[in-house]
């Protein structure tokens, strides 16, 4: 079992958790260390870590990296992120990261100076400007504060698979990619491989997701095939075939469609223990999925969707039921599964994230209840 933690949102030493903002509200990586022992209590055997590199301001949740070789002073430094890695293994946990290589914030150095020097500048191939010099360029979907990077580019693949062999070298056992579905698929194989000759129980898994995705951004995403590129304009993205798409690519991909699945049931008002009919959508689910070396990571909820509780109007035993499931097809696949913070004491949220709000994300990121366990 994973456990995924939002560095942040956390443990920063509250007692009573802070009210919600937009800012960083205090959660360290000493603080995930002081808690180590209670993550193990759960069963976890890993603990993913939300991004730790410098973020810009108000940055808090660690996806807009500023500097891939400075941890974000909110969180700590190196050593503090060797420690937590020290004492995990201690434990016989092992760490995973998130890793953002398909963007930056504006303010990343290397962006500004593309921005600025233009031709003159090394690190203007780094990212997609248009060919006549007007600084127009390609952005993480509709984030505009977000610069895509050029990972077809050799110099900015090398810098950031260099950037993983440094976390591995300082003991991460893991990667989960953001946002995958936009990295060329040559960038992903090869950060697998190098990762794999340095430690070769390293996994790389990806969020592949299609939710939210609008046809006019399908030009940033990768797509195996120029056959399913136009299978996905005509019908759309269908998240089963995306996640498919990455067999021999990376080690596995978050099994969104196992969530949807299992969702599906709860909006038919169908209880999940002992339900046959599920039961058979999910072996059909696992059976696509033969290969030993890509394995889908089974999670019921995280930091870009509704708390799996929402979809069950507040009943505890219909999420006592979800993990139940989680577990028997972890085990029966042999597969791991991931328990995003919060969900053992029953965190969730009244209101969708889904709408379109602004900040509707920050619903599902409040700071970690220190309360009795529930579930």
């Known amino acids: 079992m994973i456990y995924q933690i939002l560095i942040d949102r956390f443990n920063g030493g509250w007692a009573t958790p802070p009210q919600n903002d937009i800012t960083f509200l205090g959660g ?89 020097r233009r031709k003159a500048s090394p690190y203007r191939n780094w990212f997609y400007f248009q060919p006549d010099y007007s600084n127009k360029y390609v952005y993480f979907l509709q984030y505009r504060d977000l610069a895509k990077f050029n990972l077809e580019n050799k110099a900015t693949a090398e810098y950031m698979i260099q950037v993983g062999e440094r976390l591995s070298k300082a003991g991460i056992d893991g990667f989960r990619i953001d946002h995958a579905a936009g990295i060329p698929m040559a960038f992903l194989r090869s950060f697998r491989d190098r990762m794999h000759a340095l430690n070769p129980e390293c996994r790389v898994f ?49 099994d969104f469609q196992f969530r949807n699945i299992l969702i599906e049931e709860l909006k038919a008002g169908n209880r999940l223990r002992n339900n046959e009919r599920l039961e058979r959508k999910l072996k059909a689910h696992f059976d696509r999925y033969p290969s030993p070396d890509f394995k889908p990571y089974l999670f019921l909820d995280n930091h870009d969707t509704n708390r799996f509780l929402f979809y069950c109007h507040e009943d505890h035993t219909l999420l006592e039921e979800a993990i139940e499931v989680m577990k028997q097809c972890a085990q029966e696949y042999g597969l791991e599964y991931i328990i995003y913070y919060g969900t053992e004491c029953a965190m969730t949220n009244r209101q969708t994230i889904e709408n379109a709000e602004p900040y509707a994300d920050m619903r599902v990121r409040e700071p970690m209840k220190w309360e009795k366990r529930r579930v």
């Open 28 to 116: 360290t990586l000493n603080g995930i260390t002081d808690k180590l022992d209670y993550i193990q209590s759960l069963g976890a055997t890993a603990i993913w870590l939300s991004p730790f590199f410098a973020n810009a301001e108000n940055g808090y949740h660690g996806y807009h990296t500023v500097d891939y070789e400075r941890i974000d002073p909110h969180f700590g430094t190196w050593k503090d992120l060797e420690n937590l890695i020290d004492k995990a293994h201690a434990k016989n946990m092992k760490v995973i990261a998130d890793f953002v290589p398909n963007h930056c914030h504006i303010n990343h150095p290397f962006f500004q100076d593309a921005l600025k």
């Open 206 to 254: 990806g969020e592949v997701w299609g939710f939210g995705v609008a046809r006019k951004y399908y030009h940033t995403l990768r797509f195996k095939s120029p056959w399913h590129k136009l299978f996905y304009w005509i019908v759309g993205l269908k998240q089963e075939c995306l996640q498919l798409d990455y067999d021999g690519v990376m080690d596995g991909v978050l």
